[in-house]
DNA sequence: CAAATCCCCTGCAGGC
DNA sequence: TGCCTGCAGGGGATTT
């Protein structure tokens, strides 16, 4: 699902539903590797916290707690944080955060439960967010030349490396090389700094509209209030092989890259 | 390091 | 209607 814009999206709308609360019940299900931290410990430790803060890294939120202590949370491909005025849990939800207020609760959906939560203790990081490379919102087409130098595989799958880029997924990918007029299998370590330096415009300017736009949803994604985003009506590539090119009328193509389909047009973007 | 492959899990669309 | 296959906004582990 959710990259940078629909992360982005849902942090700000958590954090005006959830921040300054305290949480009172955190009810869990089961255990899977959807819980890096057991349920049961997450309860012990959540529970009679108030949340003062919810930061975004790349795709990862991060709610900061008034102990010091830190909740990471990734949305996978199919996780959704939702006010429970917006929807009942039900078999897919993992995680339902009651707070000591009367007023709504948050609840983690996640289908494929390709998502992630994790207790930080106070002064802890995890490898995950030590990982990620540069904000996405911050790239500059330096950043770009200086790290596709060494890399023979596709620019694709330069942006789509977290520890690169923190932010881009699929669809903005496909979208930010179209506005830039780059192939997706472009060799990375060819692109000239003016092509970067276009790149980096290009994926800023994307990511930029889509959280404008509320994010884009296709299957599973919805903000907190229930509402889908709008984003998927500005696709100018993604999803579209086959389908006219919005700029010169050819046709677009797919193609497999990284395993991900990925999609362009073979006359506009060199 | 970089890159390729497989895997995690569930739902849905399309073909037969 | 049912069954099967392929595909989907993510990322981690392992191997070469």
Request: aromatic share 50%; charged share 0%.
């Given at each position: 699902m959710p990259e940078l814009p629909e992360v982005e999206v849902t942090r700000r709308a958590v954090a005006k539903l959830v921040l300054g609360r305290q949480l009172a019940k955190v009810a869990t299900t089961r255990?899977?590797?959807?819980f890096l931290t057991p349920p049961a410990t997450l309860r012990r430790r959540l529970e009679g916290r108030v949340i003062e803060g919810l930061l975004r890294r790349g795709k990862y939120l991060l709610a900061e707690l008034d102990d010091g202590s830190r909740l990471l949370l990734h949305l996978g491909m199919t996780g959704q944080l939702l006010s429970s005025d917006a929807g009942r849990p039900d078999a897919h939800t993992h995680l339902v955060l009651s707070f000591a207020d009367p007023g709504p609760s948050l609840l983690f959906r996640d289908a494929r439960k390709f998502g992630k939560v994790r207790w930080l203790p106070p002064g802890k990081s995890d490898p995950r967010l030590d990982k990620l490379g540069l904000d996405a919102l911050a790239v500059t087409g330096d950043h770009l030349f200086d790290a596709s130098r060494r890399r023979r595989a596709a620019v694709k799958t330069l942006l789509l490396d977290q520890k690169v880029l923190a932010g881009v997924g699929n669809i903005y990918a496909d979208e930010a090389l179209f506005l830039a007029a780059l192939k997706p299998t472009r060799r990375a370590r060819t692109l000239t700094r003016a092509e970067c330096a276009r790149l980096a415009v290009a994926i800023v300017s994307v990511l930029e509209a889509g959280i404008i736009a509320g994010g884009s949803s296709i299957d599973d994604y919805v903000r907190p209030d229930g509402s889908g985003g709008g984003y998927q009506d500005q696709h100018r590539v993604y999803g579209r092989g086959g389908e006219p090119c919005p700029r010169c009328g050819g046709t677009l193509r797919r193609v497999v890259i990284g395993q991900r389909s990925s999609c362009f047009c073979p006359r506009c973007q060199r």
């Open positions: 255990a899977s590797y959807f």
